[in-house]
């Protein structure tokens, strides 16, 4: 089967840089993603990582490293309009996607 | 990037009325679209993929007579919740594969349906 796991909730500075991490278990992947998801909306897609290393995206970086079965989402230069929950997700064999519960990050000023 | 629609994105209605609820891809053609549920601070919950031409696979647990799912065209599926009831009360979202040339087979939400039910 699959597995998930990511932390909680999470309180970050605003201005500061924060990493989200996401550990897995799978017998299938074909890749890994990260949303982001503010209150009361529908997730947005911020990055897709299927080879080992770091994609960058703007103040976004995702990592991935497969044999280790992690992956990391790095918020840079944090504002306000970050405070969101980030949702990591699972691409399985049947290109299905296997959801993370979603980390709450909080934006203090 | 790719834009799914849904409609209406909120709707109230009482207990054991049917509620339809449509998601459309808006600029890209979906041949598979999923329909998830979300209550209050869980994560998704997928319900079923559905197949454009084919019937929908439900995830276990979710009774299909109770949502109807109708994928009739490349940009259009519809869910149907027959015979709401108070617990039938969540966030319904829609998401559409875009496999475009050169795409990643990413998944584009529409902006979700809140439905109560009285």
């Known amino acids: 089967g699959q597995n998930i796991d990511q932390p909680t909730e999470m309180t970050a500075t605003e201005g500061a840089i924060v990493q989200i991490n996401c550990t897995y278990q799978?017998?299938?992947?074909?890749?890994l993603f990260w949303y982001q998801q503010h209150a009361g909306e529908a997730p947005t897609f911020l990055s897709y990582n299927v080879l080992d290393g770091l994609e960058e995206k703007g103040r976004f970086s995702s990592f991935l490293s497969r044999s280790k079965g992690y992956s990391y989402l790095l918020l840079k230069e944090l504002q306000m309009k970050d405070s969101a929950s980030y949702l990591c997700?699972?691409?399985?064999?049947?290109?299905?996607?296997?959801w993370g519960a979603g980390t709450k990050l909080i934006i203090k000023p | 990037g790719a834009v799914v629609s849904q409609h209406p994105s909120w709707v109230i209605c009482k207990s054991g009325t049917s509620v339809k609820i449509e998601c459309r891809s808006l600029d890209f053609q979906a041949t598979t679209m999923f329909w998830y549920r979300q209550f209050p601070k869980q994560s998704l919950m997928l319900m079923a993929t559905?197949?454009?031409?084919?019937?929908?696979?439900?995830e276990q647990g979710v009774e299909k007579d109770k949502f109807l799912i109708n994928h009739a065209s490349l940009t259009l599926s519809t869910l149907t919740v027959t015979s709401a009831h108070p617990e039938d009360s969540s966030f319904y979202i829609c998401?559409?594969?875009?496999?475009?040339?050169?795409?990643?087979?990413?998944?584009?939400f529409g902006p979700g349906t809140r439905l109560l039910v009285l």
């Open positions: 997700a699972l691409m399985d064999s049947n290109y299905q996607l296997i």
């Open positions: 998401s559409a594969r875009d496999l475009g040339a050169g795409e990643v087979e990413t998944q584009y």
């Open positions: 559905s197949n454009e031409g084919s019937k929908a696979t439900y």
């Open positions: 799978t017998s299938g992947f074909n890749g």
